[in-house]
């Protein structure tokens, strides 16, 4: 006669859960904490299941499913990651890395006080923008200038001050909707403005602003079309026409965008010296697209306009950190003398095509018979340039597993790696590896198609 067994039901407390060996390396990723209570909201997942309804403790395997919990979490923190997907400025993968150089020269500035709104000439406060509206306008042509956080903030600190209660002409082709809910309709009627449309998708005339003008009309409002492109026959108005036709009590205000400014590669793309040289009064633009610095927007103009904006109170709400206008104001020295430091990621990866070969010939030589080089095309991104397209190379892989589940593997690397799938194969694109990623690529590559993938550890 054996006793019938007993079943534990007696899961661990979680301050001893917290003293495992397995959990510290957690710990230090995602503080105690947090720990503590994913350790704590697995405890009581796992007294749910029936397996541990049925069989107790011994049916769970604790460690690690506290493991995967931690792990999913850490998967959420910030971290590198290498991106192949030959798209440049990609707003999933944060816009526009730095240039490192950039980042160390404006560490100290950063980690002690600064002259950010003292005037170090008369001792008393200071201009938070300082030298970055004279920089921009070198740059730019423009008058004066304002920075505010992004430049959906632009344009709504423009409508709001210029145009509240009053009109707004937009052409209907430009109601554009930017990735990440950026609709100018919302804007206008968060601002109070009142939108007037004008002219069809594909066709608006200097004609159909001038017959939308009454006595309420505050602005015109070009918006550049920048991610996507309508082809075909398709009609916009010559600005230096419009600008001049304008009655004395409309403005005309351009969102420009992409912040395009010295960069020469691509001639597609309207500067924000050529609409500002144009006629247009106020243009706005982002400061991490095409421009290539820290997320920022941009309004660039006629001096008294630029003033007004910067009366408003919302500016106190838009205003950007320290570390933006350090980061904006050095790239911009450093972008008026050449210097690669002020080089936008864009102007950066379009014209290094021989780092492209060098990456796809050094990958092949490391693994040999499991990558084979395709043609590929680079694209800008972002929200920019939607018409061009750049010759570039892939590596596909090679590989049994279906071309998802490499896709995802490859996501999960310690450093995990972005890919594009196509046509039932996994290209890596070489255009858009940043020069320190080629080893950490080689490496991670090697033992993914060896069949060995490491655990991510944090
Ligand atoms: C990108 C873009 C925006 C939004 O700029 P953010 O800096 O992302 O706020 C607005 N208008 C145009 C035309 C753009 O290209």
């Avoid at 590669?265 to 247009?280: C, I, M, N, Q, W």
Wanted: proline share 6%; aromatic share 4%; glycine share 6%.
């Amino acid at each position: 006669m054996s006793e019938p067994t007993r079943i534990d039901y007696q899961l661990p407390q979680v301050e001893q859960l917290l003293q495992r060996e397995f959990l510290q390396p957690f710990i230090a990723a995602l503080s105690r904490p947090l720990v503590t209570e994913l350790v704590r909201e697995e405890l009581a997942a796992i007294r749910q299941l029936p397996a541990f309804r049925e069989l107790g403790v011994a049916a769970i395997p604790l460690d690690e499913r506290l493991s995967a919990r931690c792990q999913h979490h850490l998967r959420q923190r910030q971290t590198r990651v290498i991106n192949a997907t030959g798209t440049v400025i990609h707003t999933n993968l944060g816009r526009s890395p730095l240039h490192p150089a950039l980042w160390d020269e404006v560490r100290e500035l950063n980690t002690s006080y600064n002259n950010l709104e003292l005037s170090l000439n008369q001792g008393k406060r200071g201009e938070r923008k300082g030298l970055i509206a004279r920089l921009l306008g070198c740059l730019t042509g423009a008058e004066e200038s304002l920075v505010v956080n992004n430049n959906a903030a632009a344009v709504l600190l423009m409508l709001q001050t210029l145009a509240a209660g009053r009109e707004v002409i937009v052409s209907r082709g430009e109601q554009i909707q930017i990735g990440g809910g950026f609709r100018i309709p919302d804007i206008l009627a968060l601002s109070g403005a009142k939108l007037v449309e004008v002219g069809t998708t594909n066709i608006t005339t200097a004609e159909d602003y001038l017959n939308a003008i009454t006595e309420q009309t505050a602005l015109v409002l070009m918006v550049h079309r920048s991610n996507f492109a309508i082809r075909g026959f398709t009609e916009s108005p010559d600005i230096h026409e419009l600008a001049r036709a304008l009655p004395p009590h409309v403005l005309l205000a351009v969102d420009q965008g992409s912040g395009l400014t010295t960069e020469t590669f691509t001639d597609e793309e309207p500067s924000v010296r050529h609409y500002l040289k144009a006629g247009a009064h106020l243009v706005c633009y982002s400061g991490d697209k095409l421009l290539g610095g820290p997320q920022a927007g941009m309004v660039s103009g006629r001096a008294d306009l630029i003033a007004r904006l910067e009366k408003h109170p919302m500016m106190r709400a838009f205003r950007p950190s320290r570390i933006v206008y350090s980061l904006l104001e050095r790239m911009l020295i450093h972008k008026l003398n050449r210097d690669p430091r002020g080089e936008g990621i864009a102007q950066r990866t379009v014209c290094n095509a021989e780092a492209m070969q060098e990456h796809a010939s050094a990958l092949l030589r490391a693994l040999p018979g499991r990558l084979r080089q395709v043609p590929a095309q680079l694209v800008v991104g972002g929200g920019t340039l939607p018409d061009q397209f750049y010759p570039a190379l892939a590596l596909e892989i090679i590989d049994p597993r279906p071309a998802q589940q490499l896709h995802d593997a490859l996501r999960a690397l310690p450093v995990p790696v972005i890919a594009t799938v196509r046509q039932q194969s996994v290209l890596l694109n070489m255009a858009t590896l940043l020069p320190g990623d080629l080893p950490l690529l080689t490496s991670q590559l090697t033992r993914l198609l060896a069949g060995t993938t490491a655990e991510v550890q944090p």
